[in-house]
C-alpha cells in the first residue's frame, strides 16, 4: 500500500452525485426510445394539440384568456417533467432491478442517494433541454411570448418538480414486483393526474373536487407555477408559497421512502 492510498480522500457527496449524473446521461444518449419519450413526445403533441384546437383559438387560464398555444406549452414542459422523472425512471428503476444491474452497482459501492441525486440532476438536464425546445418552437411557430424574467422561475420549477418526481419514482419503485406491472401503475397514476392538474386541459374546466383532488399532488403545483411564470398579464415568480411546501413535502417523505425501501436485489 503506498503513501497516496493512506491519504486518499473518499469521494465527496457532490463529486458521487455528479459521477453518477454523468452516467445517466450517456446511458440517456444512448437509450433513442427514451429520447423519443421524454424529449420529441411533448413536442409532437404540442403541434398535434394547437393543430387540432386551432391556432387562433384560446383558453381561460387564472381568469385570463390567452391563445391555445400560450396555454399548453407550460403545461407541456410539466408533462415532460413527469414523463422524464417518473415514467421513464419507473421502467428503468423496475428493469435493472430484476436484471440485477442494481445488485452489480451496490458492489461499487455506491450509495442509494447517490443514485437518486444523480438521476434527478439528469433529468432535470433533459427537461431543461426539452423547456427550451418547446418555447422555441412555440415562439418561432406560434407567437408564444415569455418575458425573460420568467426564465429563473420556469427553471426553479422544473428541477423542484423533477426532484420531486424523481423521489416518488424512487419510493414506490420497491412495490412493483416485476416489469409487466410497471406501465399498467405508471397509466393508473399520471391519466387521472393529467387530466385534473391544468396540464392537458384548463384546470377552470373541472369541477371543485377534483380541484381539491389535485391540490394534493405535485403536478397541479408544477404546471400552475409554469403557467404563472410564462403568463403575459401577471409575470411574477411563479410558484406561490403553497406550491413551494407541496413540492418540498413530496420531496422530503418521498425521499425518506426511497432510501429506506431502496431495494437492490431482484424480486
Partial sequence: MTTGDVHRQPPSAL?????????????????????????????ILLVAFVSLAGHHSTVVQDGHKISVAQFYVPGLI???????????????????????????????????????????????AVVLGTSAALLFIGRNNYNVHFASAALPAIALTIVLGTAAFCCFAYAIAPFIRNVGA???????VLLPLYIISGVLLPDSKNPEVLRQIARIFPLQHIANGLHRASSLTSPGIGMTATDLAILAAW?????????????????
Fill in 15 to 43: 463529486s458521487l452525485i455528479i459521477h453518477q449524473c454523468r452516467y445517466e446521461l450517456l446511458s440517456f444518449k444512448r437509450d433513442r426510445q427514451a429520447g423519443v419519450t421524454t424529449v420529441v413526445m411533448p413536442l
Fill in 78 to 124: 410539466a408533462f415532460a417533467v413527469v414523463a422524464s422523472s417518473f415514467a421513464s425512471l419507473l421502467v428503468d428503476l423496475v428493469t435493472l432491478r430484476q436484471a440485477g444491474i442494481l445488485k452489480r452497482r451496490r458492489a461499487t459501492p455506491v450509495p442509494a442517494w447517490a443514485l437518486i441525486g444523480g438521476r434527478t440532476l439528469s433529468c432535470a
Fill in 182 to 188: 410497471t406501465q399498467p401503475i405508471i397509466q393508473l
Fill in 251 to 267: 420531496i422530503a417523505v418521498g425521499l425518506a421512502v426511497a432510501i429506506q425501501r431502496f431495494q437492490w436485489l431482484p424480486r
